[in-house]
């Protein structure tokens, strides 16, 4: 109730969960709970549930993907290639929302446009934006993404 709560206070459109840590392995039991109660306090607001992005091929990580086809509205899986390596690349991370049953049409990935351990190139990112056809995207962090990387990933 309290994001609800907080979603109302600040007039937001939407909600976008935040499912890591705590609702990963043991803690996954977690999030179908969650998205049940801001779905029945929220019926037509947009929620949706952003993830780690990645896990090497053939796992997948501990996360109740049910629940985000069931109830939410869009998956955000973390492409942050900048500071994990190829392992968290946008196809990757692609690849794995489907091993977990995400349809194509409810995958958003949220790009990592701050510097890591190895950079990324707001390029690349666009080019393999389009080729994977998802819905859209995101960015972490915005406030560190130039306005040229804006610009191109805007285009993609």
Do not use: K
């Amino acid at each position: 109730d309290v994001a609800y709560a907080r979603c109302w206070l600040l007039d937001l459109d939407g909600y976008v969960v935040d499912a890591e840590d705590e609702c990963e392995g043991a803690g996954m039991w977690r999030l179908r709970p969650f998205l049940e109660r801001m779905r029945e306090l929220a019926p037509v607001a947009p929620i949706a549930v952003s993830g780690v992005g990645a896990a090497y091929y053939p796992w997948v990580r501990e996360l109740d993907y049910a629940a985000v086809v069931d109830i939410a509205d869009a998956f955000m899986p973390q492409c942050y290639p900048n500071q994990y390596g190829d392992v968290y690349s946008v196809p990757n991370c692609i690849a794995h929302a489907d091993r977990a049953g995400i349809p194509s049409g409810m995958v958003v990935p949220t790009l990592g446009t701050y510097p890591g351990m190895y950079g990324y190139d707001p390029d690349v990112y666009a080019a393999q934006i389009a080729a994977a056809g998802t819905n859209g995207l995101n960015v972490f962090l915005g406030d560190t993404a130039t306005d040229r990387d804006l610009a191109v990933l805007g285009r993609s």
